[in-house]
């Protein structure tokens, strides 16, 4: 969207609702280290395509929080490193797809 609109503003996500509603403590860990997988390719592609001032567009979420594309590429790094912790409960099985 901070590609296509002029500072727009992201609808509101309840990641604690989503939590609940797709079941995240059901989901099998190495289905959801796979899934991610694929979708980091998605966005990293994605984001090889940012040049220039693009890096410095920006977006709003629902409670505030401003966002350049620069910025959020390094926000977006966190959600899939948390969303396996609390797939797994810790660590080791992160470290194990991420090396």
């Given amino acids: 969207m ?26 099998h860990p190495d289905k959801v280290a796979a899934e991610l997988g694929e979708s980091a390719q998605v966005i990293a592609n994605r984001f090889q395509g940012v040049t220039g001032d693009q890096w410095q567009r920006t977006g709003n979420r629902s409670d505030g929080a401003s966002f350049t594309v620069e910025t959020f590429a ?4 966190h959600d899939p490193v948390h969303h396996l912790y ?4 810790g660590p080791a099985f992160v470290e194990r797809f991420t090396r």
């Fill in 2 to 27: 901070m590609l296509n609109l002029k500072d727009p503003l992201f609808p509101n996500w309840d990641q604690d609702e989503t939590a609940v509603a797709d079941r995240y403590a059901e989901q």
């Fill in 74 to 77: 390094c926000y977006f790094i």
């Fill in 86 to 89: 609390d797939v797994t409960g």
